[in-house]
């Protein structure tokens, strides 16, 4: 069995390059940055936690009040509230059609109602109903409900040899999807630390999330983007 191996190196077109010595201070400062983001959130990070427990009816509140001068509030009581709420809103925002088209012109009538089939179709495909039902529940839990959308397609590459008997790699996009994840309040982080929010208007200027990963998925990770380059 023969291999093939291209003659150049396929690169991302996107892909930020940046001098040895820039990007070792650009990585440098990525990381003092998020220490300190982390760290500066450890007694944040237990209380979601420990609410998200209450809520789940793993535990019970261990005082009376989340801080001093509020009213009283058993668990039993947050935890049905919530889960009513998520039931009702879930069902509400799952409702089949999620998209719905109208046509200006008359002309457009058919083409409007392929691409409506279209689209409900491919969000079910995706698993819309999952991932809204996990916003809702985000939401009603905190004050902010993060999603990661990605959009991925497979490529088909293989190799071929020219008319000058040259061997060049050969690409082909295959079947493409939405992928839907929601982060827990507790895995996000704002910066800088005075940001009321994760959004812009919230006076965040960077978002960092946390991920717990083994270590052939960190270091698969770490392949894939390129940082083990010498």
Known sequence: MQTFEPQTEVEDPYRLQLEPELQAKVDAELCRITSEVVGACSDRDYLLRRWRKQLEGWSNPTTNSPWPGACTVEASISREIHLTLSA?????ATQHPYVRLEAVKAEDVDAATQDETYLNLKAQQYGFDSAIRD?????LEGQFATM???YEQKMKRWFELDANDQVILKEEPQDGSLKFRTLDPWDLYAYPLTAIGPQ???GA??????MTLSEEA???GVRREG???K
């Open 205 to 210: 200027t960077l978002l960092f999330e946390r």
């Open 148 to 150: 990661h959308i990605r």
């Open 200 to 202: 812009l208007k919230h």
């Open 135 to 139: 916003v809702v529940y985000l939401a």
């Open 88 to 92: 009702a809103i879930g069902a509400a």
């Open 227 to 229: 940082y083990d380059r």
């Open 218 to 220: 960190l270091l698969a």
